[in-house]
């Protein structure tokens, strides 16, 4: 999750823990019919992360 592009939280690999991620920071909010809104600036970003086995 970013911020006006500056990274605000771990990386994610779903976009469910990155929405919570949203929420717990106060840059999200559901609205009265249950939708998830972002602050303006907010950008979720999420993919397949990628993690070198140690040598």
């Known amino acids: ?14 976009i469910d823990d990155a929405q919570q991620d949203a929420l717990r920071l106060k840059l999200a909010s559901y609205d009265e019919e249950g939708r998830l809104y972002l602050d303006a600036g907010v950008e979720l970003k999420w993919g397949p992360i990628v993690a070198l086995a140690a040598a």
């Open 1 to 14: 999750m970013e911020l006006l592009g500056v990274p605000q939280g771990p990386y994610r690999d779903n």
